[in-house]
């Protein structure tokens, strides 16, 4: 497995310092974490990395990343998302998007459509329907997430998450260690928090139509989190899309269903 | 000392096997639990406790704000506060609520506290919480992360509007408002004392010292926890170089009087466990939302993380946990004034505020302890902290000069009643 590079990219003065990860040769793949970040670079990422450039920024608030209190509204966090793009250099990438990134790489696509060549939407959020409502993941304890998050909860992933949620239990005795652990992690939902409490809803539908990029939308048919039936919104609403449903697969399809998902992927990037 | 006759007003037909079949008491408590002819009653029983406690002679009464729950049927305190400005006399009324940054403009809450305070003849204390995250972020939607800013603007922009004399515009990130001036202005100049009811978060301490602010400690989480979250603030106001002067600290405290220990324990244990096996069932997942703590809250680790809230509340104790580990303070007379004046003390509090209804407690329960209370340990606890000036208590009228209500239709009833003058 290939083991991905970390630097620093200082956008300016008074604006966010970003930790970049990065792995592999070839045209440049942007990817987007979602509320869990990057915790470990895994799943489909390593198998992107063979044929792609891959750059994972992290948000500000996760990893080494700082500088939330820059970015004031969602409109804020957009451009610096175009910020990001123009530090790395980047021409055209490829961007994928996965829940809450994937809301993001869609926002920006439909806001500058001639800067992203191609686009993956992995279960992104950013579509409300009344009859599907969109599970509220700052309203429960970590551990009661999983079962929204995976299919099988038996999975190795499954498993790892249950061990880190494990932390938030009602004693005292933490090490400082599993300490500093917490407090990345609330860092990191921190920041999801500020863009999409307590709807996750922002007017993205009306914006749709205005993405030019080629754009493939992913899901997982056993997605509880955020419903299938947003696949065919946006599918509707792009203008270039196509959608692929993963089966036997929740709503983390880069962790639970990788080597398909990562298949799917390159196949796109290729024009395919 | 002075001491504030505090209501929650918790709904009191939760049913038995309620922990089994709801997760928690707040935000998503169906209101098909709430039978409006039974609250029709409640409100009023409620009202005529805080009203009995004016009459016996407590120094305040007092009402808070919650949303969405079977904990506390407050969602307007100042339409309680309005309610006790024109059946109450004597008291000073004590609105812990308005959770200021929920309010769109927060104008709105400076004129309600300022018709209060015009209403009662200044008797008005504005308490200004942050709320709780169930309150603002789940019932009420606000951001977790931008709610202390938010809240913090909402602050200015109220006490400035309390302030000038001329209109003037407020170009904030949350409120944009081009004329500020607001009718009526309160009695008090240049405001009412204002109270910020909190957990112990040291950003609450400093905010208070700074702006000479009461800080009022609301937890039911025992008297182990409270003397070290009030130690906090002590040590705070010293290393800030503030007086320690006991006035500038309430503490909220739930108290039960019967004639004897033994009556105490039989007469209220069914209400208390009500209060505390009910009443505070929360569910740990909606109460420490992403961002609502800072992160040296969290690291201070003083304050409920999410996951340890049951922990501290004083859920499944018994009686005696519960009186020996401070969560109440109970029994005869004589008991309940040696633990007060041991409280007031070693907190260094100069305000108590007492929690005398608890849980399902009924009329004649709760009305026997005010009375015990008022007539037998409140005398006691009176003289305490009297060395010191209390700077955080509203300068009304003099009873003589506050209007009696009724009083104007009575003087001109005679008249007004008159037969009418047939034309000749």
């Known amino acids: ?272 | 000392m002075k001491v504030n006759w505090f209501h929650l007003m918790p709904y009191r037909w939760l049913p038995d096997d309620f922990r089994e079949r709801y997760h928690g008491v707040w935000v998503d408590l169906p209101n098909a639990l709430y039978d409006p002819e039974r609250g029709h009653t409640l409100y009023n029983e409620y009202l005529d406790m805080l009203e009995y406690a004016d009459q016996l002679g407590f120094d305040a009464v007092g009402v808070n704000e919650h949303h969405q729950n079977g904990y506390g049927m407050m969602p307007s305190p100042n339409l309680m506060a309005a309610a006790l400005a024109r059946r109450t006399s004597k008291a000073m009324i004590l609105v812990l609520g308005n959770s200021i940054a929920l309010y769109n403009p927060p104008t709105r809450v400076a004129e309600e506290l300022a018709m209060l305070d015009v209403i009662s003849g200044g008797r008005l204390i504005a308490g200004f919480p942050v709320g709780t995250p169930m309150d603002t972020n789940y019932c009420y939607g606000e951001n977790p992360v931008t709610l202390r800013d938010k809240y913090r603007e909402a602050h200015d922009l109220i006490i400035k509007a309390w302030r000038e004399r001329e209109p003037f515009a407020w170009n904030g990130k949350y409120a944009k408002l081009r004329y500020v001036n607001v009718w009526p202005q309160p009695i008090q100049k240049p405001h009412p004392p204002i109270w910020v009811p909190g957990l112990s978060s040291i950003e609450t301490w400093d905010f208070c010292a700074e702006r000479g602010y009461n800080y009022s400690n609301l937890s039911f989480s025992g008297y182990k926890r409270a003397q070290k979250m009030l130690d906090g603030y002590w040590e705070r106001m010293a290393k800030l170089g503030k007086e320690a002067n006991p006035y500038s600290c309430t503490f909220f405290q739930q108290i039960c009087v019967s004639d004897t220990d033994e009556a105490c324990e039989r007469e209220w244990w069914p209400h208390v466990d009500y209060f505390f096996n009910r009443c505070l069932h929360l569910y740990p997942g909606m109460t420490a939302p992403p961002g609502y703590m800072t992160e040296a809250s969290i690291r201070a680790g003083i304050v409920a993380q999410a996951g340890n809230t049951s922990m501290n509340l004083g859920t499944n104790k018994s009686w005696k946990e519960l009186v020996e580990g401070g969560y109440i303070i109970a029994g005869s007379p004589a008991t309940v004034r040696q633990r007060c004046e041991e409280l007031a003390r070693s907190l260094r509090c100069g305000h108590l505020g007492l929690g005398m209804h608890i849980g399902s407690a009924p009329m004649e329960l709760t009305n026997r302890s005010t009375y015990l209370f008022a007539t037998k340990v409140l005398p006691h606890l009176r003289p305490i902290w009297s060395e010191w000036e209390d700077h955080w208590w509203p300068k009304a009228l003099p009873e003589d000069k506050r209007e009696k209500p009724g009083g104007h239709n009575a003087a001109v009833q005679s008249r007004a009643e008159r037969p009418t003058e047939e034309p000749l």
């Open chain 1, 1 to 272: 497995m290939t083991t991905p590079q970390s630097r620093t990219l200082n956008l300016g003065d008074g604006r966010p310092v970003i930790e970049v990860l990065e792995a592999g040769e070839g045209a440049p793949l942007l990817f987007l974490h979602g509320a869990g970040g990057i915790v470990a670079w895994e799943g489909m990422l390593p198998l992107l990395s063979s044929k792609y450039h891959v750059y994972a920024p992290l948000a500000p608030g996760f990893g080494a990343s700082t500088g939330l209190e820059c970015l004031e509204d969602q409109f804020d966090l957009f451009m610096h998302g175009f910020d990001v793009i123009e530090a790395l250099g980047l021409e055209r990438p490829y961007v994928i998007g996965e829940s809450f990134g994937g809301w993001m790489a869609a926002e920006m696509a439909a806001l500058r459509p001639k800067e992203i060549g191609r686009l993956a939407l992995l279960a992104p959020v950013g579509l409300w329907r009344d009859e599907a409502p969109v599970v509220d993941i700052f309203g429960m304890l970590p551990g009661e997430l999983i079962p929204y998050l995976f299919h099988d909860q038996s999975c190795f992933a499954a498993q790892r998450m249950m061990m880190l949620t494990m932390l938030f239990n009602d004693k005292d005795d933490r090490t400082q260690e599993q300490v500093e652990i917490l407090l990345t992690m609330s860092r990191g939902f921190r920041t999801v928090a500020k863009f999409l409490f307590p709807v996750p809803e922002n007017g993205l539908e009306r914006r749709l139509w205005r993405i030019e990029a080629p754009t493939l939308i992913v899901w997982g048919e056993q997605d509880r989190l955020v419903s299938p039936i947003y696949a065919d919104i946006f599918r509707e609403k792009i203008v270039n899309a196509e959608v692929i449903r993963v089966p036997e697969t929740g709503h983390l399809i880069g962790l639970e269903s990788p080597a398909p998902l990562a298949e799917a992927l390159l196949r796109w990037g290729q024009g395919q």
